[in-house]
């Protein structure tokens, strides 16, 4: 797929993301405040959040598909594990807030939150089902890392959204039947939604660092590509193999023993063989740089 598509779409998944968190954290913002909704709220802010994230990923989609040039040889992919990294900060940082709050409302006297509440949590929650399942979809399609961290927003939101209903639902129970410990339902859900965003927030945070960081792609991988490798018998030995995921892509770099006796011709038509070999068996390849070494019996 061209690189005009793979942004036209990541540019449509950012602006559904930001048209449909703008809806929902007002709602959520402004019922959470007038039905006493401490979860909700927390809820809002999350979404508020999120629109933020949609924002920078849509700035940044056009930098992170930009071809190489002589300044960035190696392409423009990380600018989408900085965003990934940035909103992971972001909702880190939604995450103690949240629970800051909750614990402040421990020591104020609870309010009982409206039904109304509940209502616009469960709409929260079917709508982020809806986006995530998208959103992760034209992700994976287009192994962007920017689309998948605005599908993570939504999976976060799905989870949160589903404990705020919950705990506004068994605050109003409490207060129904004056069940003493009920009533801080929403307080404790409030909580739950702060855990779930601090999870997300970790597990994007340490992807984009390891990315960043240059880790090796997982074994599973560096396997597939050594079988690919080693099905060429001119290669006497693999000396050494490193990928490392660039954004969208992965970078291959490879060093390996031919026979001594060897043509320059045949090293470089091995070398292109084993690099289209590489690529067609998988398309998110950038670019292998092979390096050969003389190979003696």
């Known amino acids: 797929m061209s690189l005009t598509t793979r942004e036209s779409l990541a540019k449509k998944v950012a ?3 930001v048209i449909s968190n703008i809806i929902l954290t007002l709602g959520k913002l402004i019922v959470g405040s007038i039905a006493n909704s401490d979860a909700v709220f927390a809820d809002g802010i999350h979404s508020a959040a999120d629109v933020f994230a949609s924002v920078i990923v ?3 989609i056009r930098i992170a598909n930009k071809p190489a040039d002589d300044e960035h040889p190696y392409g423009h ?4 594990i900085i965003v990934s990294g940035i909103v992971g900060l972001v909702l880190l940082v939604v995450s103690f807030y949240v629970v800051y709050e909750a614990i ?14 509940m209502w616009i949590a469960i709409i929260s929650y079917g709508a ?20 998948e961290a605005i599908a993570f927003d939504h999976k976060a939101d799905i989870v949160a959204s589903l404990a705020a209903a919950i705990g506004v639902l068994l605050s109003i129970i409490g207060a129904k039947f004056n069940i003493g410990f009920l009533l801080f339902g929403d307080k404790v859900a409030s909580i739950v939604v702060a855990y779930l965003i601090f999870k997300i927030a970790k597990e994007m945070l340490g992807e984009a660092f390891d990315i960043l960081l240059e880790r090796n792609i997982n074994a599973e991988l ?7 490798i080693s099905s060429f018998s001119e290669v006497k030995r693999i000396d050494r193999l490193r990928a490392r995921e660039h954004g969208h892509y992965v970078l291959v770099d490879l060093r390996i023993s031919i026979d001594y006796d060897k043509t320059i011709k045949e090293g470089h038509d091995l070398s292109r063989e084993i690099k289209n070999k ?3 068996k998988h398309d998110n390849i950038e670019e292998v740089l092979i390096h050969l070494n003389p190979y003696y019996e």
Do not use: C
Request: aromatic share 12%; proline share 4%; hydrophobic share 45%.
């Open 104 to 117: 402040v409302g421990f020591f104020h006297p609870i309010s009982t939150p409206n039904i109304l509440a």
């Open 58 to 60: 849509l700035l940044v």
């Open 222 to 228: 560096l396997l597939d590509y050594t079988n690919i």
């Open 15 to 17: 602006w559904i993301s």
């Open 77 to 80: 992919g990380k600018a989408e």
């Open 128 to 147: 982020k089902e809806f986006l995530y399942r998208y959103s992760m979809k034209i992700a994976k399609e287009q192994n962007s890392k920017a689309i």
């Open 278 to 280: 590489l690529m067609k």
